[in-house]
C-alpha cells in the first residue's frame, strides 16, 4: 500500500512526477473539462478531525473531478464524540470498502501510526504541528509556475514557525528542489536547531524581504499555544507584518504567498494579500491539479 505521509518521505524525482503529472491535469482543468474518468473504481473518504476549508474542498473536488466516489467525515458529528478510537472509526470506514483515506489531525504523527494499523492508502491533509505535503506541493508548484523554477530561488517563509507543518513541509520540499531557505520570526516562535534542516535564521523581517524572491507569510496559530509566545498581537504586527509602504520600499518585486486563512491586517495587510504581487489565490488554484496528481499516482500503485 501506498501513501503520502509526509515530504520527508519523497525524493525530487518523485516531486517532478507529481508536477508533470498536475501540469496535465491542469490543463485538463483550463480546457473547461471538469470531469476525467481516472478513478471510476476508487472510493476515498476525506476524513478531518480539524476544521478546513482549502484542503478539505480541494481534495473533494480532486477526488469528484477524477470521477472517484466520496465519502466525508468529520469528527465532530461522528461518533468519535462518543469515544470510538481513531483505528475503529477507520477499519469502519475501511469495511464499506473503502480504497484510500486522505485524512486531518490534530496529533503529529496521526497519519503515521494509521498507516501502520490499517489496510488503505493514507494521505496526510496535515497532522497537527507536523507536516501539510500537499500544501508544500501546491507551494512549490505555483513558485514554479509564477518564477519557472524553484531551484536557485530565495524563499523566506515568516511566522510562527514553531507551530507550522506548512513550515516544516515547505522547508522539506524547497531544500529537495535546491532553493535557498530562510525562516523569520520571532525567536520564541523558531524551532531550536531548525539550522540542521539547512535553514537560516534571520529575525528581521526587512532583511528578509531584501534577501528573498519569495515571501510564504504564515498566521500566528493561537490554537496550538498553551500559553503565548509573543508579547501581543500589535508588536507582532509591528515586527513581523507585512504591508505595501515596505513592499514598495524593495528595489525589486518579490512573489508573496499565503498558505490560508489569513489574518488580514495581522501577518498581512489587504492591499498586499489582494495585489498583483500575491499569488495566494493561484496556491489554491492549483491545490486542485497538485491534489488530483497525487491521488491519481497514488491510485495507481493500488488499482
Ligand atoms: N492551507 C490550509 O490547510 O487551509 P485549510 O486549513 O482551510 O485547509
Not at 508533470?20 to 471538469?34: G, P, Y
Not at 489574518?263 to 489554491?284: K, P
Amino acid at each position: 500500500v501506498n501513501h503520502l505521509l509526509g515530504i520527508k518521505y519523497l525524493n525530487k524525482k518523485d516531486i517532478s512526477l507529481i508536477f508533470e503529472t498536475a501540469d496535465h491535469f491542469k490543463e485538463v482543468i483550463n480546457r473547461s473539462i471538469k470531469k476525467v474518468p481516472t478513478l471510476r473504481d476508487i472510493t476515498i473518504a476525506n476524513i478531518f478531525f480539524e476544521n478546513s476549508t482549502r484542503t478539505k474542498l480541494s481534495f473533494e473536488l480532486a477526488e469528484k473531478r477524477l470521477s472517484a466516489d466520496v465519502v466525508n467525515f468529520s469528527a465532530g458529528q461522528s461518533s468519535v464524540k462518543k469515544g470510538e478510537t481513531l483505528i475503529d472509526t477507520v477499519n469502519n470506514i475501511l469495511s464499506m470498502k473503502v480504497d484510500m483515506v486522505v485524512m486531518r489531525h490534530p496529533n503529529p504523527g496521526a497519519g503515521i501510526f494509521l498507516s501502520q494499523h490499517v489496510k488503505a492508502s493514507i494521505v496526510n491533509a496535515g497532522d497537527g504541528a507536523h507536516e501539510h505535503p500537499t500544501q508544500a506541493l501546491l507551494d512549490s508548484f505555483s513558485i514554479r509556475e509564477k518564477l519557472g523554477d524553484v531551484g536557485g530561488k530565495n524563499v523566506v517563509i515568516v511566522g510562527d514557525i514553531l507551530h507550522s507543518r506548512v513550515a516544516l513541509s515547505n522547508i522539506f520540499a524547497l531544500k529537495l528542489q535546491g532553493a535557498n531557505v530562510k525562516v523569520c520570526g520571532p525567536k520564541t516562535l523558531i524551532p531550536k536547531h531548525i539550522e540542521s534542516l539547512g535553514v537560516e535564521v534571520e529575525t528581521n523581517l526587512r532583511k528578509a524581504l531584501e534577501w528573498c524572491d519569495v515571501a510564504n507569510m504564515l498566521r500566528v496559530q493561537n490554537e496550538r499555544m498553551d500559553i503565548s509566545y509573543f508579547p501581543s498581537t500589535r508588536e507582532y504586527t509591528q515586527q513581523f507584518g507585512v504591508n505595501k509602504e515596505m513592499l514598495n520600499s524593495l528595489d525589486k518585486q518579490i512573489v508573496i504567498m499565503h498558505p490560508g486563512p489569513i489574518n488580514r491586517g495581522v501577518e498581512i495587510t489587504s492591499d498586499v494579500a489582494d495585489s498583483d504581487q500575491s499569488i495566494i489565490l493561484h496556491q489554491v488554484e492549483n491545490g486542485v491539479a497538485v491534489r488530483m496528481a497525487v491521488l491519481y499516482l497514488l491510485a495507481s500503485k493500488i488499482k
